[in-house]
């Protein structure tokens, strides 16, 4: 899976990514810096970390689970503030 191509994205609503047993990490949105809405990471088993996100810093609601190779999140360091529920 790649997110290449999308380097210029700054803002989307929902993020959501779903049963990519592919998914290494994010690399290829790294200017993206707000998702307004649902943040959805779920069921990528092979997802190392977060790293590609590394420019977000805003995000509504946040779910977070079933990632069997998640081992931190590396990437997500710079979010201030998560204004939904965090999941």
């Not at 899976?1 to 998914?23: R, T």
Request: with cysteine; aromatic share 12%; glycine share 8%.
């Amino acid at each position: 899976v790649s997110f290449e191509g999308l380097d210029n994205l700054q803002h989307v609503k929902d993020f959501n990514c779903e049963y990519n047993n592919n998914l290494l990490d994010f690399q290829g949105l790294n200017r993206l810096k707000t998702i307004s809405g649902y943040f959805k990471v779920s069921d990528n088993n092979l997802l190392f970390n977060f790293s590609g996100l590394d420019s977000v810093s805003s995000i509504g609601a946040v779910s977070i689970n079933m990632n069997n190779s998640l081992s931190n999140l590396y990437g997500l360091e710079r979010v201030k503030n998560i204004s939904g529920n965090l999941f």
